[in-house]
């Protein structure tokens, strides 16, 4: 009884998390599940594409009403990310890849996401955006074409570990797609959203679901979300991030050690 609150308790943190962030629901989301619930890992990180998937469809009703979701890029990033989100699931269910692989490409993800948090400034040009940037003037690929190949890598990512990469998410859309940091959060909850719907579908009939959990746990990672996007209100994103980004490496180290 006291796990199962306490795990509750952590899934309504995630969808705060969301709500004042814009993200880290997901990494936090398949730690949860795993150590403290005790679900398999494959089921967790199906599992997570739902909980993370659905709160961030309620998060992005206020950005929509507020006018911070940018409908053109949406259809332009969705497509790729939702296949990628597809392939990767399926990849990941099958026999081969143990569930080793999966928590240690986790982990890592978990590193670089914490690492992005730690080090962003008030400014939207990080270390990410610097990567695209250099990428696109590279390349002689525009920087339109580049958006869809970057959704098909972050959602393979998203089918494989459940992660919905708002850290490369976000960066790339304002960089690439030139609009103003909010409309990028609200536009990458549209997109998670999508692509997550796709990533359960490739896991479907692969793992197992643990449904009583699974509804539970996405009811109160939604109360979160609605509780963090009211917060936001009071509270700037910036002065939780970086405390937050040490709490997600310090889990990022948890999970790479007890894999």
Not at 53 to 59: D, E, N, P, Q, V
Not at 101 to 115: E, I, K, N
């Amino acid at each position: 009884m006291v796990t199962a609150i306490l795990g509750h308790l952590l899934a309504i943190c995630i969808g705060v998390s969301l709500g004042l962030v814009g993200g880290g629901g997901s990494v936090l989301a398949a730690p949860v599940l795993i150590y403290i619930m005790a679900v398999p890992a494959k089921s967790a990180f199906a599992m997570t594409l739902v909980i993370v998937g659905f709160a961030s469809l309620i998060g992005a009703i206020p950005h929509w009403q507020q006018g911070n979701i940018n409908l053109g890029i949406v259809a332009l990033f969705s497509p790729a990310a939702m296949l990628g989100a597809y392939l990767g699931a399926r990849f990941a269910s099958l026999p081969f890849i143990t569930p080793t692989a999966q928590l240690v490409t986790f982990g890592v993800m978990m590193l670089l996401a914490s690492m992005s948090m730690i080090r962003k400034s008030s400014k939207p040009s990080n270390a990410c955006l610097d990567q695209v940037d250099k990428l696109s003037h590279q390349t002689r690929f525009p920087k339109h074409l580049l958006i869809p190949l970057e959704g098909l890598g972050v959602g393979a990512l998203t089918g494989f570990v459940g992660i919905g990469g708002g850290f490369l998410v976000i960066p790339a859309l304002v960089l690439l797609g030139g609009i103003p940091m909010k409309e990028a959060v609200g536009t990458s909850l549209v997109i998670l959203t999508l692509k997550s719907a796709t990533g359960l579908a490739g896991y479907w009939g692969h793992v197992t679901i643990q449904w009583g959990l699974l509804i539970s746990f996405t009811i109160a990672s939604c109360i979160g979300i609605l509780i963090g996007t009211y917060l936001n209100q009071f509270i700037t994103a910036k002065q939780l991030e970086k405390g937050f980004g040490y709490f997600i490496l310090v889990v990022a180290i948890f999970v790479l050690i007890k894999r």
